[in-house]
């Protein structure tokens, strides 16, 4: 066992002994589980993102997500979900610990990824009625602990009002994990924590194939900045890291086609928190082209003709919030703006450490943020609204000069063939009509104004008063002349 390893299975074991007294009080009521299970996982995804943050946050490794099946054949509903990793496991107190609400030894940590000590019996019996913890550190045996909705729901495992959770009980493995485990470590499993959720009455989707399907695309997205220090599989396919900013030449997407996202200069600035903590905020930017998600890139990328990118930028379509590399919410709406299809274009992600979950509202469940008035405004003066409309329109001048190159754009110029048609010694091609022209050049300074210091910004504003005036004036002209 690494030296960290054994620090944190030692601070475990020091607080599990502390708790040994508190335990009688963590005891809780059958309408309490009842009503836990609906706490509000947005769906499966979410809520097995939980036992993966408590994996990764183990030092696993390895992290395999397996299901197991009772029929044989078609198209089938898991029957058991396990989530296997290799990190550094637990000493049978603190597993009995682990499985209760509010059991942590990690209480308000802002170092990683769980600070509540909900997560896992939250997230295990909102999918399923019953679940088991196997554990083990290394050199010691496995030992494993259940929690059963159904034995506490009908009154079986409570007494004086209590829950009566045995301790853990060494154990050995059923047959599937064991084979799941052999595939996985071949060299042997040396500690590490098995997670096994059955009796499965809240799985969202109605085969394991579309439970498989979502969660290689959601945790790609999700841990994009922590695969490359753990192995994550579903059923057996490795989960690839997906940049929902496609700026990472490593991940998946980013180099599906020729077209490339492009990165704005990130900002990043510091806090210091009430509470005396340093929490630092990244904001990182990029636009795509409007071929991006495209296959057939002269066409737009709808239909048949949306290439794998597409589900992404939709799914993933507002600011991100990462929180500690793990990305926690999309919001489409700020105090500013909100997201509109064509911004699917532009990609936006704040990154914050946690020591900030306050400001940002980072709940329980840390599947949302609720952003505060404060935050906001620390992201306004940071340039966060700026750059929206900077890359805003970055993606309208790529459009509209994708109109007027592209094969797209040949029924609008020919529904205008009564406007004047440039000559190219102007330096504009051919075709191009007049009004598209002026359009990208209204384009071009709104563009160069948006990113230029405050006098530049000042000279344009006022080319385009004098400008607008000059267009008034003629329109007036013109309607005295009409009369
Ligand atoms: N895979 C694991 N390996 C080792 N220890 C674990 C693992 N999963 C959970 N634990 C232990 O069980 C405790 C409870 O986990 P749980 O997810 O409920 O809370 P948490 O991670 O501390 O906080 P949060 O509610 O924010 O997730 C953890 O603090 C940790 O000590
Ligand atoms: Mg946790």
């Known amino acids: 066992m690494s030296r960290a390893h054994t620090k944190v299975v030692a601070k475990q074991n020091k607080y599990a002994a502390r708790s040994r007294v508190r335990n009688t009080d963590l005891i809780v009521p059958e309408a309490f589980i009842r009503g836990i299970r609906h706490l509000g996982y947005q769906s499966n995804v979410e809520a097995l993102a939980e036992l993966v943050d408590n994996a990764i946050q183990a030092y696993a490794e390895s992290i395999d997500i397996v299901f197991s099946f009772q029929d044989v054949d078609g198209e089938r509903k898991p ?12 000493d049978p107190a603190m597993m009995r610990i682990a499985l209760l609400w509010g059991g942590t030894h990690r209480e308000n940590d802002r170092d990683g990824l769980g600070r509540f000590g909900y997560g896992l019996p939250c997230a295990a019996v909102s999918i399923g009625r019953r679940f088991t913890i196997y554990s083990k550190t290394k050199g010691h045996r496995l030992h494993a602990v259940k929690l059963d909705v159904d034995a506490i729901v009908s009154g079986n ?21 064991r084979r799941a485990i052999r595939q996985a470590h071949p060299t042997g499993w040396r500690a590490g924590t098995i997670i096994v959720i059955d009796h499965l009455d809240r799985l969202d989707w109605s085969t394991a194939s579309g439970l498989k399907r979502n969660l290689i695309r959601r945790f790609g997205v999700t841990y994009h900045k922590l695969l490359s220090a753990t192995r994550l599989t579903i059923d057996g396919t490795a989960v690839r890291p997906i940049d929902p900013l496609f700026l990472n030449p490593d991940a998946e997407l980013f180099d599906l086609d020729e077209d490339r996202a492009i990165a704005l200069d990130p900002v990043s600035f510091k806090l210091h928190t009430a509470e005396g903590r340093i929490g630092e905020v990244v904001l990182r930017y990029a636009w795509i082209p409007p071929s991006f998600a495209a296959t057939d890139k002269s066409r737009d990328a709808v239909g048949m003709n949306a290439n794998p990118r597409f589900p992404i930028i939709k799914q993933y379509h507002g600011v991100l919030f990462s929180r500690n590399g793990r990305l926690i919410d999309v919001r489409p709406r700020t105090p500013w703006t909100i997201f509109m299809n064509n911004d699917r274009y532009i990609r936006v992600e704040v990154e914050f450490s946690a020591a900030l979950d306050e400001a940002f509202g980072v709940t329980t469940s840390k599947q949302q943020v609720s952003v505060t008035p404060e935050m906001w405004d620390h992201l306004r003066v940071a340039g966060l609204p700026k750059a929206i409309e900077h890359l805003r329109t970055k993606v309208r001048v790529a459009k509209s000069e994708r109109l007027a190159q592209g094969p797209v754009a040949a029924p609008i110029a020919t529904r205008n063939t009564s406007q004047m048609k440039l000559p190219s010694a102007t330096g504009i091609p051919n075709g191009i009509t007049a009004s598209q022209a002026l359009g990208l050049l209204l384009d071009e300074i709104e563009c160069r104004s948006s990113s230029a210091k405050p006098s530049v910004q000042a000279a344009y504003s006022s080319l385009l008063k004098g400008w607008s005036e000059r267009l008034a004036s003629l329109t007036l002209r013109s309607a005295r002349s009409d009369t």
């Open 157 to 177: 495992a409570i007494s004086s009002r209590k829950i009566a959770i045995p301790p853990a009980q060494p154990a050995i493995l059923p047959p599937f994990l």
């Open 79 to 90: 029957s058991q979900i396990a989530i296997i990793d290799d990190g550094h496991g637990m």
